[in-house]
């Protein structure tokens, strides 16, 4: 997937801080694909992710998650991923997770 351009579409994203397109730039990325908000596994594998945040940055790796829910669910989501995370450690997640009700990037990904 080195190199990847996905088709002519602006997905909704949770968190960016930078164009989209940049976001990814100059670096490698990890894609988490989930089905859906709120499964108990994903909700730990994404907190545990964020926790690490500052492993992957400072291998210049960026995270993005996608799942098939809409804008406002992946807001609630990470609200509830943090809480549930700050169980075990302080838990906040920084990386934009793509909203994918179509499934436009899924299917160009798988």
Known sequence: ???LVTPGFAPLLSYISQA????VLFCQAILFSHPGDF???C???LGEVAR????FSKRNVKVIGI?????????????D???YGGKVAPTDVQFPIVCDTI???????Y
């Open 1 to 3: 997937m080195n190199g």
């Open 20 to 23: 989209r397109h940049v976001y």
């Open 39 to 41: 499964t108990p596994v």
């Open 43 to 45: 909700t730990t594998e």
């Open 52 to 55: 690490r945040a500052p492993d």
């Open 67 to 79: 799942s098939a829910n809409g804008l406002q669910e992946h807001y609630n989501w990470i609200k």
């Open 81 to 83: 991923i943090n809480e």
């Open 103 to 109: 499934p436009a990037c899924s299917q160009v990904i």
